[in-house]
């Protein structure tokens, strides 16, 4: 076999397993997306963004739970959501953050430009019939 049949084949194989991680990656977050998603719909019903939205603004909630309903509505990127986040966001993103003790303000921040329309590219994976 000569050298340009192996790196042709290299360069498909890599393709191929960035491609396959990829996917694999995509459907992970959409499997922890729609578990939040389904822990916050049984507390506070409705569907998904309301109940995540919820979760958000209930003080009695951890803030690890708040965190990662946080964290959902990013990925979702529903600008409904964006009111719900904003207040929360303070534009001042500590050093280091503790996600059991504040809510973080670099997932807000995440937050905030998925649901203004920033670049998702995980979402066409797993985005579809969310509620």
Known sequence: ????????????????????????AGL???????RYCKR???IYGGDCVYALMEEVNDYSIPYRDRNHA????????DPKALPYI???YTGRIPQ?????TALS???????????????NISAIVWRHNIN
């Open 1 to 24: 076999m000569n050298i340009k049949k192996i790196v042709l084949i290299g360069i498909v194989a890599i393709f191929i397993l960035g491609v396959l991680l990829f996917v694999i």
């Open 28 to 34: 992970w977050i959409g499997s922890d997306v729609r």
């Open 40 to 42: 916050a719909r049984l």
């Open 70 to 77: 946080i964290w959902a509505l990013g990925q979702i990127g």
């Open 86 to 88: 904003t207040k929360f």
């Open 96 to 100: 280091t953050e503790n996600p059991d």
């Open 105 to 119: 303000q670099r997932e807000l921040e995440k937050a905030v430009r998925l649901m203004q329309g920033g670049l």
